[in-house]
Nanobody, 123 residues
């Protein structure tokens, strides 16, 4: 049974930092691309960042220079380091696994999803 579980969300002041973690289990994810998406209140889900098996990364323009995605293959884990957080970063952040070798920015390409973790940035 495949499971994707996020952790690390919480409440932080603007300008602060948080590190989200994503643990995948149930199969070998070393060749999977992994992505982070978010959905803010009253907004549609949007792409945040993704990383492929080789370490190639892609980011949404709104988070470039502030967020960093990374992975640890041996642990089937993916991380999202979020710095210089802004109130507009407030959202439920979800981790997803994509069985293709490419990095995708659209949700329909991802096969497995976690439940999400809430990030709230106060002004």
């Amino acid at each position: 049974q495949v499971q994707v579980v996020e952790s690390g969300g919480g409440l932080v002041q603007a300008g602060g930092s948080l590190r989200l973690s994503c643990a995948a289990s149930g199969r070998t994810f070393s060749t999977y691309s992994m992505g982070w998406f978010r959905q803010g209140p009253g907004k549609e889900r949007e792409f945040v960042a993704a990383i492929d098996w080789s370490g190639y990364t892609q980011y949404a323009d709104s988070v470039k220079g502030r967020f960093t995605i990374s992975r640890v293959h041996g642990k089937n884990s993916v991380y999202l380091q979020m710095n210089s957080l802004k109130p507009e970063d407030t959202a439920v952040y979800s981790c997803a696994a994509d069985s293709s070798f490419a990095v995708h920015t659209t949700a329909r390409h991802y096969d497995y999803w976690g439940q999400g973790t809430q990030v709230t940035v106060s002004s």
